[in-house]
């Protein structure tokens, strides 16, 4: 699942967040764009590992695992600083931050400490 999730749904939401964003580029200028490329790095790292752990090679786990903790401190940047354009209600950015780390300190949690991981993947 986390292989799917790497290979697909993070360049799907990457690819309709940046959809958005394309059109307030000609505002927001230069942060916009540096935003823009380090999602684009982000994601390339994270399809990397999704590879990695498919094709279960050594150390993939663990490029995993830097993956993850490299997304949530991005999805944290993005959502917290006015570089990246959103439509949100006042109040729920605190939300969205803890569930965004939630989500991504559960699947770091299962690489750490699953055994079938630790039986499959090798170090």
């Given at each position: ?61 663990r490029m995993a695992q830097w993956s993850l903790g490299i997304s949530a401190a991005m ?49």
């Amino acid at each position: 699942m986390l292989c799917l999730l790497l290979l697909v749904g993070q360049p799907l939401s990457l690819a309709f967040g940046l959809s958005a964003a394309i059109g307030a580029l000609p505002i927001r200028g230069l942060p916009l764009a540096g935003v823009i490329v380090a999602r684009l790095l982000v994601a390339a790292i994270g399809v990397g590992a999704g590879l990695g752990l498919f094709a279960l090679r050594p150390g993939s786990a663990r490029m995993a695992q830097w993956s993850l903790g490299i997304s949530a401190a991005m999805d944290t940047f993005v959502d917290t600083t006015p570089y990246y354009p959103h439509n949100r209600l006042p109040g729920l950015t605190p939300v969205v931050v803890a569930l965004s780390i939630a989500y991504y300190a559960a699947w770091f949690m299962y690489l750490a400490r699953s055994t079938r991981v630790k039986r499959t993947v090798p170090e």
